[in-house]
């Protein structure tokens, strides 16, 4: 059985930081494209953040410079470094896990999702 299970969200001024975290049971980080995604009420989910098998990663405009996507593949877990952040980063932040051997497409294409995390910003 296939889990994702996200940590770190919660509630922090304009200009506070956060770091979220993705643990992952019944697959394996390492063979994947992995990645990070945002709702806002009212709003289409939308990607954040994505790091494929090499490591190398691509991110939304509005967040670069800002935000930072990482992976232990010893750990078999996920990291979204949330600085800088903004009332408008507002959202459940959810961890998606691609599938196996397939490589980060745009858009990534989606076999597990997490349950969610959420991060309010206020200002």
């Known amino acids: 059985q296939v889990q994702l299970v996200e940590s770190g969200g919660g509630s922090v001024q304009a200009g506070g930081s956060l770091k979220l975290a993705c643990v992952a049971s019944?697959?394996?980080?390492?063979?994947?494209?992995m990645g990070w995604f945002r709702q806002a009420p009212g709003k289409e989910r939308e990607e954040v953040a994505v790091i494929d098998r090499a490591g190398n990663s691509r991110y939304a405009d509005s967040v670069k410079g800002r935000f930072t996507i990482t992976k232990d593949n010893a750990q078999n877990s996920l990291w979204l470094q949330l600085n800088t952040l903004k009332p408008e980063d507002t959202a459940m932040y959810y961890c998606a896990a691609g599938y196996r051997g397939v490589t980060c497409l745009a858009p990534m294409r989606i076999g597990y999702w997490g349950q969610g995390t959420q991060v309010t910003v206020s200002s």
């Open positions: 019944g697959i394996t980080l390492s063979d994947r494209c």
